[in-house]
T-cell receptor
Framework: DSGVTQTPKHLITATGQRVTLRCSPRSGDLSVYWYQQSLDQGLQFLIQYYNGEERAKGNILERFSAQQFPDLHSELNLSSLELGDSALYFC???????????FGPGTRLTVT | AQKITQTQPGMFVQEKEAVTLDCTYDTSDPSYGLFWYKQPSSGEMIFLIYQGSYDQQNATEGRYSLNFQKARKSANLVISASQLGDSAMYFCAMREGRGDYKLSFGAGTTVTVRA
């Protein structure tokens, strides 16, 4: 168990809908990262938050947004969903050490 | 340009034997870190081992060791005494710089351990 929690574990929804994925980092970790794993794109970095502020942005679509709350949990919002958004979405967290980044169990999103 | 290259899509290894998974990387940043993760069929990403660019010695964690060849820009993972539970996808990843710590991943290598 990495100490990073993600909910829900599975999500099935229809095209055009909006969903929210939730992540709680390991205790004490200030950084949260979101990654997307799909068959065609592999594992891709989406966005990073550090102590409530956006730190880095990757290949994140404009339909997607994220935030990190004062209690350090983070949410990834995906809107106007398309079939191609079906993927495994991971949250990861890290503290001050550069040699660690621990992943949550992931949320498997299926868009039908 | 691809930052992390894993050229072996799949490998078979006999139980109790060692296996080497290749990883080459591309960066111009002198400060970087290399990670290996294991992803079993259940889907979670399990951290295995880390090597910093300034680390003088190769990293080891139990049966995992990282063969770090800086001049060749390679960071191969060696799994010794393979076990059936080692069957999984293995990903090499890199963190560049000292600002954000986002990871760039390779395509992964599937390892199947045979009894």
């Amino acid at each position: 168990d990495s100490g990073v929690t993600q909910t829900p574990k599975h999500l099935i929804t229809a095209t055009g809908q909006r969903v929210t994925l939730r992540c709680s980092p390991r205790s004490g970790d200030l950084s949260v990262y979101w990654y997307q794993q799909s068959l065609d794109q592999g594992l891709q970095f989406l966005i990073q938050y550090y102590n409530g502020e956006e730190r880095a942005k990757g290949n994140i679509l404009e339909r997607f947004s994220a935030q990190q709350f004062p209690d350090l949990h983070s949410e990834l919002n995906l809107s106007s969903l398309e079939l191609g958004d079906s993927a495994l979405y991971f949250c990861a967290s890290s503290g001050a050490r550069v040699d660690e980044q621990y992943f949550g169990p992931g949320t498997r999103l299926t868009v039908t | 340009a691809q930052k992390i290259t894993q050229t072996q899509p799949g490998m078979f290894v006999q139980e109790k034997e060692a296996v080497t998974l290749d990883c080459t990387y591309d960066t111009s940043d002198p400060s970087y870190g290399l990670f290996w993760y294991k992803q079993p069929s259940s889907g979670e990403m399990i951290f295995l081992i880390y090597q910093g660019s300034y680390d003088q010695q190769n990293a080891t964690e139990g049966r995992y060791s990282l063969n770090f060849q800086k001049a060749r820009k390679s960071a191969n993972l060696v799994i010794s005494a393979s076990q059936l539970g080692d069957s999984a996808m293995y990903f090499c990843a890199m963190r560049e710089g000292r600002g954000d710590y986002k990871l760039s991943f390779g395509a992964g290598t599937t390892v199947t351990v045979r009894a």
